[in-house]
C-alpha cells in the first residue's frame, strides 16, 4: 500500500484510502463543479489553516490514523493528513499529504480567487502574499476590473480578479 520515499513520506492516492463521503462538496442541481485539490508534502494541515486565517471559511481534516487501516502506519505517518477541506460560500479548497508521486510545484496552474467585493479581494491578497511572492501586484486594468497574482508561502500560484 505504501513504499518509502527519500523524502520519509508514504506515496498514496488520496481517494484509495478514504471513503468518498469525507469529501466536502457543494451540491449543484446544474452544474458540475471543479475543485481544488492541492498535494502538500507532510504540511498540509499547517497550509490549510493558513489558507483558512487568509480566506475564513470552515475547515476540517480527515488524518491517515482515522482511516480503517491507519494503525497499520508507522507513529510519524498516522499525523498525515488524508484529505483537508475548506469551505466558504461557494468555494472549496481541498488538499492532502498523501501522493502517489512527488510532489513538484509548477507555473502551469494557478488558483483564482474571483469577487465582486474588492475590499474582500484586498485583504485575501494581502494575507496570502505574506512570506510569498508578489508575482503582479493588485491593480486596477484597463477594462476597471482589478487584478492581481501571487506565489504563497507554499509554492501555490494564487490569480484574484473583482470585475466592475
Not at 508514504?10 to 498535494?39: D, V
Not at 487568509?54 to 498525515?80: A, I, N
Not at 508578489?134 to 486596477?140: I, N
Amino acid at each position: 500500500m505504501w513504499r518509502n520515499q527519500p523524502y520519509g513520506m508514504p506515496f498514496l492516492h488520496p481517494f484509495k484510502s478514504i471513503h468518498l463521503s469525507h469529501l466536502c462538496i457543494i451540491e449543484s442541481q446544474h452544474m458540475n463543479q471543479i475543485i481544488i485539490y492541492l498535494t502538500f508534502s507532510g504540511n498540509c494541515q499547517e497550509a490549510m489553516k493558513f489558507y483558512q486565517a487568509c480566506l475564513g471559511g470552515v475547515l476540517e481534516f480527515q488524518f491517515l490514523k482515522e482511516t480503517p487501516e491507519g494503525e497499520k502506519f508507522p507513529e510519524d505517518y498516522k499525523k498525515l493528513v488524508v484529505n483537508a477541506s475548506l469551505k466558504k460560500d461557494h468555494m472549496v479548497l481541498m488538499g492532502t499529504d498523501l501522493r502517489d508521486h512527488q510532489v513538484v510545484n509548477g507555473n502551469n496552474v494557478s488558483i483564482l480567487l474571483s469577487s465582486k467585493d474588492k475590499v474582500q479581494l484586498r485583504t485575501q491578497y494581502v494575507n496570502l502574499v505574506k512570506d510569498g511572492i508578489p508575482t503582479h501586484p493588485l491593480e486596477t486594468t484597463n477594462k476597471g476590473d482589478l487584478f492581481g497574482g501571487l506565489t504563497d508561502k507554499y509554492g501555490h500560484q494564487w490569480l484574484f480578479h473583482c470585475g466592475n
